[in-house]
């Protein structure tokens, strides 16, 4: 048998362009991007956790000499969100990222590790969220899901 996995997202030519409450996400998530600990790759990246009630959970990238013992920031806002506020749900993850390892035009993208703990934070809450990957060209792609990240996600 054949199976095919589907992927639906959308995609901006400007994140500017996107709704009030995403741009001042996404400002945010730049803003603590600029605070993240990168001396080595010098390759920072924010991420900005929207919750239900409208709080909002920062993280940032932070990176250690004792590689791999640093964390992304993605797993740093979700982690947090989901140890101080366990009963809240996310409704969006915002991901910014700037640095040399990407050049301006590539898409922004999260590594394996940090793809598993959207998804399963997912699973935890019982529902979807919304995923927004803006790249410094100023780009934006925005999944329903992040199942779409992971079609294959472990324990799934």
Known sequence: MNYRHHID???????????DRDVAMIKEAYSICEQAYAPYSKFKVGAIVLLEDGSIVRGNN???????????????ALFFAGANFPNLKVEALYIVAKGELLNSSSLLSPC????????????????????FLVSENKKVIVFSSAKDLLPMAFGT
Do not use: F, H, I
Request: charged residues 35%; hydrophobic residues 30%; glycine residues 4%.
């Open 112 to 131: 394996g590790a940090c793809r598993q703990v959207m998804v399963e934070t997912e699973m935890r809450q019982k529902s979807d969220y919304k995923v």
């Open 9 to 19: 997202y959308e995609l901006y030519d400007d994140w500017q362009d996107l709704e």
């Open 62 to 76: 932070q990176e250690n000499m004792a590689y791999p013992s640093g964390l992304c920031a993605e797993r740093v």
